[in-house]
């Protein structure tokens, strides 16, 4: 097993700071799973389910050594989502997601925190790709998954408690033959 | 960092993946019917990560307990506050293999006197009536039945821990 830190470095972009999730971040999470925000991911869902969900992304850190980086806004504070790596017991591959309240939604934000964290997993963990798993009715993450140049990949294994989800893969650049 | 806590025959210390499919093993059986089990297979990653997940953000969580000597892991126990529970818990769950042994007695003991104090001063153990084995053991660890104390699930008792310096 790789040494890991266990902890999320800290990134600053133009707009934004990535870093580790506290527990103030918990509830503006949480209220994005319970509302119809997360129709898309099994939602909406009850607040113990919410709690449940940001504990499965949150432990990952110690666990496997990359998880959720929370998405900052630099000029106010504000909590804008999470742009996650994960790998859901279960899923076959790891995985790049995101899930950002309204107000951050329409910026260009995801786009903006999505590159470096992807880079980071790359770089840190030495992966060859990732992919993002995408309700095919869910058009904005489409969009998104196609902006960072991520290709729909019609062979690779589906997830099995989601055979219908789309899935988009993002190539690490650095180890593509 | 999660630290490390040895008694007589234990090892406490930071949970794994490797130790997911025990962890999962006891929340799929008929030993968590009194931790709102059992589970289904698909909800396991998630009492584990929760468990962890309190590192994290919280500053405790759970300690996975293995066998000093085999490193056998023998269980888990730790304190949680998840946002349905009034009062930070300390909690426990034992393989088939380790129980009767007195090794849930041992773990937590360890973990009562690493947490009890000036920044801690009280824990509670929320535990089923008919959980009559956790009641002797939270009786044994010292702890006290707080009738006034309120429950994340009605008819639940509450046990009460105070920082007594570990003479218990």
């Known amino acids: 097993m790789t040494a890991h830190s266990g902890h999320a470095p800290t990134i600053i972009t133009e707009r934004m700071i990535l870093r580790m999730p506290i527990l103030a971040d918990a509830d503006p999470y949480m209220a994005v799973l319970m509302s119809d925000r997360a129709a898309h991911m099994g939602g909406p869902m009850a607040r113990h389910d919410a709690w449940l969900d940001f504990c499965m992304e949150v432990a990952t850190w110690p666990l496997r050594g990359y998880g959720p980086f929370t998405m900052e806004e630099r000029k106010t504070g504000t909590f804008l989502g999470l742009m996650i790596l994960h790998h859901d017991d279960g899923d076959p591959e790891r995985e790049l997601g995101w899930i950002l309240t309204p107000d951050a939604e329409g910026r260009g934000l995801a786009f903006e925190a999505a590159k470096p964290v992807r880079a980071w997993g790359f770089e840190t963990h030495g992966w060859d790709s990732i992919v993002s798993y995408i309700a095919p009715e869910n058009a904005r993450s489409v969009a998104l998954a196609e902006r960072l140049g991520a290709r729909l990949d019609t062979d690779a294994a589906p997830v099995p408690a989601y055979p219908d989800c789309l899935i988009y893969r993002h190539t690490n650049t650095e180890t593509a033959a | ?168």
């Open chain 2, 1 to 168: 960092m999660i630290a490390t806590l040895t008694t007589q025959r234990l090892t406490l210390r930071a949970p794994t993946m490797a130790d997911f499919p025990v962890h999962a093993d006891i929340f799929m059986s008929d030993r968590a019917r009194y931790m709102d089990g059992p589970v289904a297979e698909n909800r396991t990653w998630n009492q584990f990560a929760c468990d962890v997940a309190g590192w994290v953000v919280q500053g405790f969580g759970y300690w996975t307990v293995t066998d000093r000597t085999s490193d056998e892991v023998l269980g888990f126990t730790g304190t949680a506050h998840p946002p349905c529970y009034p009062e930070r818990e300390i909690g426990w769950m034992v393989t088939q293999t380790a129980e009767g042994k007195g090794i849930a007695f041992e773990a937590a003991r360890a973990v009562l006197n690493h947490t009890l104090g000036p920044d801690c001063p009280t824990l509670v153990s929320y535990v089923d009536p008919p959980n009559i084995r956790s009641i002797a053991l939270a009786e044994r660890l010292g702890a006290t039945l707080d009738p006034t104390a309120a429950a994340p699930s009605p008819g639940d008792l509450v046990y009460r821990h105070l920082d007594d310096g570990g003479q218990s």
